[in-house]
Nanobody
C-alpha cells in the first residue's frame, strides 16, 4: 500500500516561509506525478501545485510566484517551498501521488 508522509507544517506569521516535505514509499516515485493540495475550513480541497515525472510544474494562480514545488527522486520526496505566506494560505495541506493516493495532511496556519 502506498504511503505518503507529510511534514513541515506549523504556525507562521504573514510574510513568513515554510517548507513542506512528503516522503513516499511503496511506489515507483521517479515515474509518479506528485502534487500538493490544500483544504481550508468550510471549503473544498483545491490544487496548489503539481510536478510531473519529468519535472514539469503547474501552480494555482493564487500561489504563483510565491510557492515552489520540487522533487528529489533519490529521496522519494516532494517539497513545497512556501514564501510570502498570507492568512488565506491557512489550510491543511495534503500530498498526492499519481492523482490517486493521499497523505494524512499537515496543518499550515498563517497568523500574527
Amino acid at each position: 500500500q502506498v504511503q505518503l508522509v507529510e511534514s513541515g507544517g506549523g504556525l507562521v506569521q504573514p510574510g513568513g516561509s515554510l517548507r513542506l516535505s512528503c516522503t513516499a514509499s511503496r511506489i515507483i516515485f521517479s515515474t509518479s506525478a506528485m502534487g500538493w493540495y490544500r483544504q481550508a475550513p468550510g471549503k473544498q480541497r483545491e490544487l496548489v501545485a503539481t510536478i510531473g515525472s519529468a519535472g514539469t510544474t503547474n501552480y494555482a494562480n493564487s500561489v504563483k510566484g510565491r510557492f515552489t514545488i520540487s522533487r528529489d527522486n533519490a529521496k522519494n520526496t516532494v517539497y513545497l517551498q512556501m514564501n510570502s505566506l498570507k492568512p488565506e494560505d491557512t489550510a491543511v495541506y495534503y500530498c498526492n501521488a499519481r492523482f490517486a493516493y493521499w497523505g494524512q495532511g499537515t496543518q499550515v496556519t498563517v497568523s500574527s
